[in-house]
């Protein structure tokens, strides 16, 4: 904690000397100025008294962000230092009082999705719009599904992006336009910003080089996998068991190279593969059953349409209505006034080694 109620006023630690009497703004209770040669003064609440409004452990990189952040936005206006929100219960790291107000998190410890979604609801509830800075434990990750369900938010110019405070460099690092291939890897660009006005800006145009594994490739690997019986593949192998076919096999008319939101979990191409199959077995098939199944499949390949700070079901319809056109072109199914009549079935090679000769045989 940076800031302190002393006398009838607040005071920063940086400020403040020892020995005084100094109380939470928050719940009231005496805490105690503390600094050492690593880390700047910071004021805590006795362990036996905590806080109800909790915030994160100080550390060296907490405390120094903050102080970074505030003069990092201070281009919009003055930035208040945890700034105690008694409507929500809960104290920003930092807080702009614009028109629409803005509240920084910078976040270098672990949380939950549901503190996040919680903290998230409440900024929405009082009409503020909250910046969550990532710490240094987010940066080293992988881009992975937890981070992006969690934190990540649209931003004019940068589309989907995750924010990273580098409290060493004194400055932000951008992983913007957030994506996945088909095949399931997320992908994003960086920037560094070190001002706020560039961070409005928006990156300058970069063409990123995806590399798509071709379609030899990708079934290579998902033989791979099989082999090896790693168990992400294991539940959609089971469901394609039951309709008769090895996910190896699949037709050639699923494979495609879209990038999507990152919403597909495994890959799009899997989520093709378990709801083509499941169509197949349909005879007629309704919007709902559509719908249904759709979903299912997602869950299937561990896709999720919904996160704390955005909402992947357009993207997720729009690849759905890819899906069925591309159907309906192969003749599998027919619109009729309820949804689809399902007239055929794709050509499936039995394993990968059986789409390997086929291969070459149409390759000659
Ligand atoms: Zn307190």
Known sequence: MLIAAHMSGLIDASEATRGLD?????????????????I??????????????????????????????????????????ERILPAIQQRADGWL??????????????????????????YQRIACYPFWLLGSRYAQQKLNWRLIERFAC????????LLFWE???????????????????????????????????????????????????????????????????RPIQEALYLTGHQVTGFPDCL??????????????ILWRIVL???????????????????????????????????DGRSAFRQEQRKLLTLLTQAGILRPTTQGWHVCGHLEWARDYTDWLENDEKSGC
């Not at 100094?22 to 690593?38: E, F, I, K, N, T």
């Not at 932000?172 to 001002?195: C, S």
């Open 40 to 81: 700047p003064p910071y004021f805590a609440h006795h362990p036996q008294a905590p806080c109800h409004l909790a915030g994160e452990g100080e550390t060296r990189q907490h405390l120094l962000g903050k102080r970074q952040l505030a003069t990092f936005f201070s281009d919009w206006g003055p930035v208040t230092l």
């Open 167 to 233: 409290v060493d460099q004194n400055r932000l690092r951008v992983a913007h336009h957030l994506r996945q291939t088909a095949t399931g890897a997320y992908i994003n660009e960086t920037a560094w910003v070190t001002t706020l006005s560039e961070l409005v800006a928006g990156p300058t145009p970069c063409t990123t080089v995806v590399r798509n594994p071709g379609q030899k490739q990708y079934r290579s690997y998902l033989n791979q996998v099989l082999r090896r019986a790693t168990p992400t593949l």
């Open 276 to 310: 083509t199959t499941w169509i197949e077995e349909q005879a007629d098939m309704t919007f709902l059953t559509l719908a249904e199944l759709s979903q299912r499949a997602l869950l299937l390949v561990n896709g999720r349409t919904t996160a704390v700070r955005f």
């Open 154 to 161: 649209w931003l004019t110019g940068w589309d989907l992006c």
């Open 22 to 38: 100094y109380r939470c703004p928050a719940c009231q209770q005496p805490v105690v100025l503390r600094h050492g040669s690593q």
């Open 97 to 122: 009082d614009l028109p629409q107000p803005v509240a920084l998190e910078f976040q270098c410890s672990p949380i939950s999705r549901e503190a996040v979604a919680q903290r998230t609801a409440g």
């Open 255 to 268: 494979m495609t190279t879209t990038l999507t939101a990152p919403i597909f979990g495994q890959g799009l």
